[in-house]
């Protein structure tokens, strides 16, 4: 009979390979006990604001090329798409660790009500995308004087 000495972490990463796995995503290899380089699947940050007169959503893609991202609105739903391309490996270079994420991504937000979704725009600027979703006319609130009599 062997003895094996119990490891809590183990389990732990165990526990983790099998819920990567039924997401459907990669799991974390390991060599000898140890992280082997992985290219995880990835999704950009994303913030979402409103004022008075619009939605703002503010999209984190850095090192993404604007002719790789493409923005879309149909039947009330914002669709942003896109791909980082990995770097090409250079000779002679060796990499230790990777955790950058890359490839192609897609990220998809219903339109509220009230949104005029044909004057939709889009800046590209710094790794910074910005959607500017404005509100009709009719969405906007109105002050209503009461009179009392």
């Given at each position: ?10 389990d ?109 725009t ?20 109105k ?7």
């Amino acid at each position: 009979m062997n003895v094996v000495r119990w490891d809590p972490f183990r389990d732990l990463e165990e526990m983790s390979d099998r819920l990567n796995h039924v997401f459907g995503r990669p799991a974390v290899q390991r060599e000898r006990g140890k992280e082997t380089m992985t290219v995880a699947d990835w999704s950009p940050a994303v913030d979402i604001s409103e004022s008075e007169r619009e939605y703002l959503i503010h999209v984190e893609l850095p090192e993404v090329k604007k002719e790789d991202v493409k923005v879309s609105v149909e039947e009330g739903v914002l669709t942003i798409h896109g791909e980082r391309k990995q770097e090409k490996e250079e000779k002679g270079n060796k990499y230790h660790r990777v955790e950058r994420s890359y490839g192609s991504f897609a990220r998809s937000f219903t339109v509220p009500d009230g949104v005029d979704d044909t004057k939709v725009t889009a800046e590209f600027k710094d790794g910074m995308l910005n959607l500017h979703l404005p509100k009709s006319e009719r969405a906007k609130p109105k002050a209503i004087d009461v009179k009392i009599g």
